[in-house]
């Protein structure tokens, strides 16, 4: 399939982007906009805004539509939590994005460096708000505790796909584990953010039903983005969806009450993340 025109995103360049880079290479650091190939580097990178990536480069699942590097991780870095304070500190930011691989072959998943990283970030960098895009930890909410324990201001999970599609989507998680990830967060207090791509084989009806779904689950923040295939060794392009059809996502998404709705060709979990979590009420 051609790639439609909308899909076109800028190369990006300048100082800003090349201090950044410069930064990531120097402290050894990993980001998921480059380990994803995201299309936004260009846009995102030129105005000094990354989404790092901790726990390493390797992640122990292999989900269909995921460039990120999966096999068995090398021993945990346990100075990446200093790199990443430091870093982000001189980075000078007042919002950061982190993310990580999934480390099912740690007994703690990572959850006790996810929150070191949380926690020394905030004491590097006082005022930085951070929004943590966790992954599933199996559904165990006793390792999400320990990551909330950091207290991220955001909560980011992404559900990637709605629910008939997950088993083929995300082979190694499910809907029930990371819909009490959310639900978690939420009862707790935390301001909870979610998101799927399209273009993997579902319909509109099941994204508005995904939408119904979070609206009833009360989560503040909801992304829509086109799947793009990283790579030929993942599953291919189901659909491009029209500019015009995200915005009905998003005017049904605001219609059902979600307080804010991302949708759009080139959005992407962590595309414009400061903004996006403006819009709602950080407590
Ligand atoms: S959208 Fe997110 S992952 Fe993509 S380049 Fe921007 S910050 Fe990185």
Known sequence: MRKPAWLKAPIGGGAAYGELSQRIRSQKLHTVCEEAHCPNKGECWSRGVATLMILGDTCTRACAFCNVKTGRPPLTDLAEPLRIAETVANMGIRYLTLTSVDRDD???????IWSETIRRTKLAAPGIQIEALVPDFQGRTDLLDVVLESKPD??????????RLQRSIRKAANWEHSMRILQHARSKGFVTKTGIMVGLGETDAEVFEFLEQMAIAKIEIVTVGQYLQPSTQNIPVDRYVDPKVFRDYAQHAIKLGIPRCESGPLVRSSWHAAETAAGVAIP
């Open 106 to 112: 740690l007994e703690d998943m990572g959850s006790e």
């Open 154 to 163: 955001v909560l980011n999970h992404n559900m990637e796909t709605v629910p």
